[in-house]
């Protein structure tokens, strides 16, 4: 795990530092006549801990990646949103400023609506169904190439947020009357506003990193995630119910600057896409693995896991699909995914 000092620097400080794009490797001894390797290290942005499982598999893509160009390319990854929130390091993608970033489905759903098909609570069955469909380029190519001529920003592919809950303070949520009134933090996007006004609460939009503050101080009631983010983020100290609401499986997208990917040689391409097939197995793995923990620590922690009405959660959310399955390419997406289920 490649960690320096700079991750704890603040935000103004390590967007300065990003000038330093590129910096050259010396050549082995007795070769002295080639010429040195020059290296060009990608800058991720991701707004999770070093112990997240995507911080440690997209730290192990650098180096798969930095072995497999012959030390042509890296990947430095900027955890707990050093170079800002999702929305922030979405537009320093597409601007250059940032080279890559992880960011939810949500964020990328405000750019293009076809991304909705892939957020919507009825979509994937399983975290295995949901990652056979999101990296497939059959499914997706046109999809992850869209926003490239008008935000200059690329899809490489997802990793799974695993199935979504509902956590909060004062009681746990077992049906959707027991989220009447309740303040509950989502992102921001038109689908997520929604699904939560469905259950009865209040839908509270607010950054990742604003949540434990927010709950602790009684600005919210509480939040939806899974339970990896819930531990990692130390929300169970604030929020201890967490109810298996599981209203969807979540996803993140891997994105890239349009320019940058562009530039790789077709050599250098394929090897960045071996590299990622590698990864986001690894982070699937890691995703089981840490979700068990979590669960153990969190109730270790104090905190309560509880079984809900899945039957009145369900009945509660139908009506989205066809709320925002509004145009054909959506519609197409979305059959394709399900269609998926049952291969």
């Given at each position: 795990?490649?960690?320096?000092?700079?991750?704890?620097?603040?935000?103004?400080?390590?967007?300065?530092?990003?000038?330093?794009?590129?910096?050259?490797?010396?050549?082995?001894?007795?070769?002295?006549?080639?010429?040195?390797?020059?290296?060009?290290?990608?800058?991720?942005?991701?707004?999770?801990?070093?112990?997240?499982?995507?911080?440690?598999?997209?730290?192990?893509?650098?180096?798969?990646?930095?072995?497999?160009?012959?030390?042509?390319?890296?990947?430095?990854?900027?955890?707990?949103?050093?170079?800002?929130?999702?929305?922030?390091?979405?537009?320093?993608?597409?601007?250059?400023?940032?080279?890559?970033?992880?960011?939810?489905?949500?964020?990328?759903?405000?750019?293009?609506?076809?991304?909705?098909?892939f957020n919507l609570p009825t979509v994937f069955d399983s975290v295995e169904h949901q990652i056979s469909v999101v990296n497939n380029p059959e499914v997706t190519a046109d999809l992850y190439s869209s926003l490239a001529d008008g935000n200059n920003i690329s899809v490489v592919g997802g990793f799974t947020q695993g199935a979504r809950s509902i956590y909060t303070k004062n009681a746990p949520a077992e049906s959707p009357?027991?989220?009447?009134?309740?303040?509950?933090?989502?992102?921001?996007?038109?689908?997520?506003?929604?699904?939560?006004?469905?259950?009865?609460?209040?839908?509270?939009?607010?950054?990742?990193?604003?949540?434990?503050t927010a709950l602790q101080s009684g600005v919210i009631d509480g939040a939806e995630n899974n339970e990896v983010s819930y531990f990692t983020q130390k929300h169970h100290e604030v929020a201890p119910y967490f109810s298996y609401t599981k209203h969807l499986i979540g996803l993140d997208y891997l994105i890239i600057n349009s320019g940058k990917l562009d530039g790789l040689t077709e050599e250098d391409r394929a090897a960045f896409d071996e590299a990622w097939t590698a990864t986001y197995e690894q982070h699937t793995e890691l995703w089981t693995e840490a979700t068990e923990k979590a669960i153990s620590d969190a109730e270790a922690a104090g905190a309560t896991f509880t079984e809900v009405d899945s039957d009145a959660f369900a009945d509660a959310l139908e009506p989205l699909v066809d709320q925002f399955l509004t145009e054909p390419s959506q519609k197409k997406l979305y059959d394709a995914a399900r269609d998926a289920s049952k291969k």
């Amino acid at each position: 795990m490649r960690i320096t000092s700079r991750y704890f620097v603040a935000p103004t400080v390590g967007l300065l530092a990003l000038a330093l794009v590129a910096c050259s490797s010396p050549a082995p001894a007795g070769t002295e006549k080639e010429a040195p390797v020059e290296k060009t290290t990608l800058r991720l942005a991701l707004n999770q801990t070093e112990e997240h499982p995507s911080f440690i598999a997209l730290d192990a893509f650098g180096e798969r990646l930095l072995e497999a160009t012959d030390g042509r390319w890296d990947i430095e990854v900027f955890p707990n949103e050093t170079l800002g929130a999702q929305a922030e390091t979405l537009q320093l993608v597409g601007d250059g400023v940032v080279d890559m970033a992880i960011v939810s489905g949500a964020q990328l759903e405000n750019l293009s609506k076809d991304f909705i098909a892939f957020n919507l609570p009825t979509v994937f069955d399983s975290v295995e169904h949901q990652i056979s469909v999101v990296n497939n380029p059959e499914v997706t190519a046109d999809l992850y190439s869209s926003l490239a001529d008008g935000n200059n920003i690329s899809v490489v592919g997802g990793f799974t947020q695993g199935a979504r809950s509902i956590y909060t303070k004062n009681a746990p949520a077992e049906s959707p009357a027991d989220l009447a009134g309740q303040k509950i933090r989502v992102q921001e996007s038109e689908l997520f506003l929604s699904l939560v006004k469905s259950l009865g609460a209040s839908p509270t939009p607010m950054a990742f990193g604003e949540v434990y503050t927010a709950l602790q101080s009684g600005v919210i009631d509480g939040a939806e995630n899974n339970e990896v983010s819930y531990f990692t983020q130390k929300h169970h100290e604030v929020a201890p119910y967490f109810s298996y609401t599981k209203h969807l499986i979540g996803l993140d997208y891997l994105i890239i600057n349009s320019g940058k990917l562009d530039g790789l040689t077709e050599e250098d391409r394929a090897a960045f896409d071996e590299a990622w097939t590698a990864t986001y197995e690894q982070h699937t793995e890691l995703w089981t693995e840490a979700t068990e923990k979590a669960i153990s620590d969190a109730e270790a922690a104090g905190a309560t896991f509880t079984e809900v009405d899945s039957d009145a959660f369900a009945d509660a959310l139908e009506p989205l699909v066809d709320q925002f399955l509004t145009e054909p390419s959506q519609k197409k997406l979305y059959d394709a995914a399900r269609d998926a289920s049952k291969k």
